[in-house]
Nanobody, 118 residues
Framework: QVQLVESGGGLVQAGGSLRLSCAASGRTFGSYTVGWFRQAPEKEREFVATISWRGDFVYADSVKGRSSISRDNAKNTVYLQMNSLKPEDTAVYFC????????????WGQGTQVTVSS
């Protein structure tokens, strides 16, 4: 079983940066694909970025060029560096994990709030 804990959220001015962390328990974290998702008030949860167990990554168009996802398997942690933040990036950010051979994300963290002021 993998448990995920997000951190690094906060209040930042537009144009600023934040680095979110997703710390995982479990000895087999290196075999998991990890994704970041976000949900703004009264909106659907949306995909932000993902990094596979092999290190391949994909970004949503809304954050492409402004964000970078990385992982440190020795620390069981995935990071999401977000730059040039915009007020529309305001949301609760969740990380999720799925084993390399699964399609659905079946482990989710509790989320961390990111608020970008204009």
């Amino acid at each position: 079983q993998v448990q995920l804990v997000e951190s690094g959220g906060g209040l930042v001015q537009a144009g600023g940066s934040l680095r979110l962390s997703c710390a995982a328990s479990g000895r087999t974290f290196g075999s998991y694909t990890v994704g970041w998702f976000r949900q703004a008030p009264e909106k659907e949860r949306e995909f932000v970025a993902t990094i596979s167990w092999r290190g391949d990554f994909v970004y949503a168009d809304s954050v492409k060029g402004r964000s970078s996802i990385s992982r440190d398997n020795a620390k069981n942690t995935v990071y999401l560096q977000m730059n040039s933040l915009k007020p529309e990036d305001t949301a609760v950010y969740f990380c999720a994990a799925r084993r390399y051979d699964r399609v659905e994300y079946d482990h989710w963290g509790q989320g961390t709030q990111v608020t970008v002021s204009s």
